[in-house]
């Protein structure tokens, strides 16, 4: 027996070779396993990421819209009745309280209704901007500055546009509701200079003017009625996009 195991022949090299290849083959199972679970963490905590910044962005949407909102009811108490778009951040101020028909310069009415909104303006944008109300010299016009609510959110920007309805040439109503906006603009600063120093979170100005013409209406321009809805200024908040690290820090 001695002689008989001292004879046996070792295992063919194909069966080692097949025994080599299977712990590799194994080792390479072993290696994929982990590299998979170390992606899937990875991407579980992107995901996380993502939610938390749609998550702020929501709650930045809500935050203007209540914006929105109130102002609306300080506009409603001085008798201006407006209309909000709150999915979009816009405030629409009609042309039947602002101008005359075909003109661009604010009525009696229509100043009223830009000195009420500036001095609204004045005492809420400082909550959602770099500068605050303490940096800003206290003027008679100016409304005093509330106490900011606790809120990561800030505003990019407030757009004053100017728009019209489909009548009349396509350069005239350019021309026009340019010139709504900007008289819009330029009597609301004239009225409360602090809002021209606020600055965003980047240190750029809040507001920016633009005209729209008929390009961008509200109603179908096929009634008088949607016309004149048509026709009017925008004030539109523009809220700071959220970022990762921003999100994660307000939860």
């Known amino acids: 027996m001695a002689f008989e195991r001292l004879q046996r022949k070792p295992p063919p090299e194909d069966e080692n070779y097949f025994v080599s290849m299977t712990d590799m083959m194994v080792g390479m199972v072993f290696l994929f396993i982990i590299t998979l679970m170390f992606f899937a963490m990875k991407f579980n905590d992107v995901s996380v990421q993502e939610k938390e910044v749609l998550n702020t962005l929501l709650d930045a949407n809500a935050t203007r819209a209540s914006l929105l909102q109130r102002l609306k009811v300080v506009m409603l108490e001085k008798g201006f009745v407006i209309e909000l778009d709150q999915d979009n951040g816009i405030l629409h101020l009609p042309e039947n309280i602002m101008f005359d028909k075909g003109g661009y310069y604010l009525n009696t009415q229509g100043r009223k209704a830009v000195v009420i ?16 109300a303490e940096a800003l010299p206290q003027t008679e016009t100016q409304a005093r500055p ?9 505003i990019e920007a407030v757009f004053v546009e100017g728009h019209t309805d489909a009548d009349g040439e396509d350069s005239a109503n350019w021309d026009l509701s340019i010139r709504r906006s900007l008289n819009t603009y330029q009597f609301m600063i004239d009225s409360h200079p602090d809002l021209a120093r606020m600055r965003n979170h980047n240190g750029q100005p809040f507001f920016s003017v633009s005209g729209y013409g008929k390009q ?11 016309k004149r809805k048509n026709r009017r200024v925008d004030i539109r908040l523009v809220m700071a996009a959220p970022k990762a690290d921003d999100a994660v820090s307000a939860r």
């Open 146 to 154: 509330e106490a900011c609510p606790p809120s990561p959110h800030k």
């Open 216 to 226: 961008r209406p509200i109603r179908p321009n096929d009634n008088d009625e949607n």
């Open 117 to 132: 909104l500036g001095k609204t303006l004045s005492s809420i944008l400082p909550c959602y901007a770099q500068a605050q």
